[in-house]
């Protein structure tokens, strides 16, 4: 685990908002009628316009700026010129590199009106994410926040992806330790301050089980049904989990009031 300084905690909270930006830019734009490579085109311009790089573009070859994954898509969906629908839901993941440090984070969007059962998906993964933020602590282990969003997830009788998982972040996209989303209490890595990591429960309303397109990338659920992913980046300084990344630009763009931030918000340095 390579932990990180207050200065370089502050440096990758810069790459993680202007994710955040990005993603509060994207909620305007999302509805009926755009397509994915349009909010890929929005996205890169908007991440080289603040002084940083996409994160993703090149990443292991990876073709584009925005992971994009609409429905029955989990993760690792690549951008193309089919026009969203009413009724869809997308994830958009997106990495911004600044300062030698990256930001990685996503959230789930509701395309037009969707329906009540898909609604309850991205409102219960969203909980999750905020249930393993709040079993991020110093002295507890990796396993504490996997068995948090596990717990919380299977009880509203959603499948936890196992293939992909959540990670360390920093100089690279993709630090030690992983961060599965289902575990067992007091098991793997202890954390430690300076830790920084990116939280991401990546959940489908159906069979847990994943299949994944010829196209190298996309993953998508076997039994067709939606998954919903949310991603925050988090760092423990000064003992305790705070948030580097936001939703409120998104919550801003849509008119949404919320508060769930609040317990993480963060208090260190700050760059001017
Ligand atoms: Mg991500
Ligand atoms: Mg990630």
């Known amino acids: ?60 070859d990876f073709p584009n700026t925005l992971c994009i994954s609409p429905n029955a898509q989990v993760v690792h969906g690549i951008p193309n010129d089919k026009p969203l629908q009413d009724g869809d839901i ?92 289902y575990g067992k209490r007091g098991r793997g890595k202890r954390f430690l301050e300076g830790l920084v990591v990116a939280i991401e429960p990546m959940i489908n309303q159906g069979t847990r089980k994943i299949k994944q397109l010829k196209d190298g990338w996309t993953i998508l659920t076997a039994d067709g049904l939606p998954s919903a992913h949310f991603e925050h980046n988090l760092a423990l300084l000064d003992g305790r989990p705070q948030l580097l990344s936001t939703f409120q630009f998104i919550y801003d763009a849509l008119g949404i009031e919320s508060d769930e931030e609040a317990p993480f918000a963060y208090s260190g340095p700050t760059i001017s």
């Open 90 to 181: 997308l994830s958009v993941d997106c990495g911004a590199y600044k300062n030698g440090f990256y930001g990685d984070h996503a959230f789930t969007f509701a395309v037009g009106e969707i329906a009540p059962e898909t609604q309850k998906l991205l409102d219960i993964t969203k909980a999750s994410l905020y249930k393993g933020i709040e079993n991020f602590q110093i002295g507890n282990r990796v396993g504490d926040v996997g068995f948090a969003i596990q717990q919380f997830t299977e009880a509203a009788g959603y499948g936890v992806v196992r293939e992909l998982v959540g990670h360390g972040l920093g100089r690279e996209m993709h630090e030690a330790p992983e961060m599965p989303n």
């Open 1 to 60: 685990m390579k932990l990180k300084t207050p200065e370089e905690i502050a440096l990758m909270r810069e790459s993680a908002q202007i994710v955040s930006k990005t993603l509060g830019m994207l909620a305007e734009e999302i509805k009926p009628g755009i397509t994915t490579l349009a909010l890929d085109a929005l996205a890169e311009q908007f991440i080289r316009d603040h002084g940083a790089e996409p994160g993703f573009l090149g990443l292991y």
